[in-house]
């Protein structure tokens, strides 16, 4: 999976995929895609695949249950990377109206 795919988008196109090889005949279990798909996961998602591995029997987890999971975490991952962004504005903003007003005090004496 690349960086800048979604999750969604992803396991679309795996289904896609997985269904076009058994319209050919070929038998692949849900359970086999799910394995695939966390194994091909970006390394942003490596604590996402451990908790999933750790509290979950991958054995019986079907490919509808992760793709259900696997974009709650991403919009939390994505959140948090967008987080020090807007934290570092609020910082600019804030500084720039403080420069403001010191200058005003300072004209006023």
Known sequence: ?????SIS???SRVKANTNQIK???DKIKDVCVGEKIIC????KFEYVV????ESKDTDSMTF???KGSLPTHEVKIKRRQDEPLEQALQVKVFF???K???EKITKLK
């Open 100 to 102: 403001m007003i010191m």
């Open 1 to 5: 999976m690349k960086e800048s795919k």
């Open 40 to 43: 091909s996961l970006t390394a």
């Open 23 to 25: 319209r050919y005949g």
């Open 9 to 11: 988008n992803y396991c």
């Open 64 to 66: 509808e249950q992760l």
């Open 50 to 53: 451990c908790v999933i591995e």
């Open 96 to 98: 720039f109206f403080f």
